[in-house]
């Protein structure tokens, strides 16, 4: 069985799709299957907002659809930016902006722990839904280090690491990251389900 990956974000692409291949599981984006719609992510929860993607993408293709929402929880901000990490301070930002924006709000701040979340949704074109979470906990730098990556991964060192997630090898961070960890939790239910 083919799934569609409801994502449009090119590195979140290239991640499930070797993450997935590894365990098994067959993937399209649906930038391949020429899927061009706008999705609101309107939900109060990672878990909302995966749903929303992996439905609408399940409904537009006629094939299960895999969605993730995640981000990033800084402890000493109280979760923030959490469910709004891809907009935190504001829409019209690049990812070092936002990683900017990050640092300035923790500027002074000693506590430093945080963590990514994913919340991977695949929604069938039955109607029928699975989905599973990871987490990669962590804390933020003082300042971005690296260059691959995306999102926050060059403010974010993960435990046991010391480099952040922007200076890993992609296989150092596919073996430790909150999406990967979402998505091995998620595949034996792919498997089961298929």
């Known amino acids: 069985m083919i799934f569609v990956l409801a994502t449009s974000n090119s590195g979140k692409i290239r991640e499930m799709r070797k993450i997935l291949s590894e365990l098994g599981v067959d993937v399209i984006s649906r930038n391949e299957l020429g899927i061009d719609i706008e999705i609101e992510e309107s939900g109060s929860t990672f878990l909302e907002n995966a ?12 094939l299960p ?19 709004y990490s891809s907009s935190y301070g ?11 924006f990050l640092l300035k ?9 945080a963590k990514f979340v994913c919340t991977i949704v695949c929604a069938y074109p039955d109607g029928s839904v699975i989905s599973a979470q990871g987490e990669c906990c962590g804390i933020i730098t003082d300042s971005p280090r690296g260059t691959g990556g995306f999102g926050y991964d060059p403010v974010f060192i993960a435990h046991g690491m010391d480099k952040t997630m922007a200076e890993l090898l992609p296989e150092e961070k596919n073996a430790l990251s909150h999406r990967a960890a979402a998505l091995r939790n998620l595949a034996p ?6």
């Open 105 to 113: 709000n923790m500027k002074n701040v000693e506590q430093r722990g």
């Open 90 to 100: 504001g829409e019209h930002l690049s990812d070092s902006e936002r990683c900017e």
């Open 51 to 62: 749903m929303l993607k992996a439905e609408a993408i399940c409904k537009a293709s006629g």
């Open 65 to 83: 659809a895999i969605a993730d929402d995640s981000g990033l929880l800084a402890d000493a901000l109280g979760g923030e930016p959490g469910v």
């Open 189 to 194: 239910k792919l498997v089961v389900r298929s």
